[in-house]
């Protein structure tokens, strides 16, 4: 079993940074994929960026050159570090560690990006 705890969310006023971080804990050397997803209120959750264990990173097209995703295999810690951030960015921000069996989901932080 794998739990993934976020922190990092907050209150930013629009053009602003925060950086959101993800720590895994439990059953975690079969993790192969993290990434951070999002869910705005009325919307669907969708995929903001992810990294594979050996470093590969993919990102939505809505926050890429603004959105930098990492991980510290040694801490089993992602990060994401969100900058010039804008008021549609607002959402609860969802942690994803996935082996090659189960998916497992974090309990979200909220970003609130003001304007």
């Known amino acids: 079993q794998v739990q993934v705890v976020e922190s990092g969310g907050g209150l930013v006023q629009a053009g602003g940074s925060l950086r959101l971080s993800c720590a895994a804990s439990?059953?975690?050397?079969?993790?192969?994929?993290m990434g951070w997803y999002r869910q705005a209120p009325g919307k669907q959750r969708e995929l903001v960026a992810i990294i594979t264990k050996t470093g590969i990173t993919n990102y939505a097209d809505f926050v890429k050159g603004r959105f930098t995703i990492s991980r510290d295999n040694a801490k089993n810690t992602v990060y994401l570090q969100m900058n010039s951030l804008k008021s549609e960015d607002t959402a609860v921000y969802y942690c994803r560690a996935q082996s090659l069996l189960a998916n497992y989901w974090g309990q979200g932080t909220q970003v609130t990006v003001s304007s």
């Open positions: 439990g059953s975690t050397f079969n993790i192969v994929v």
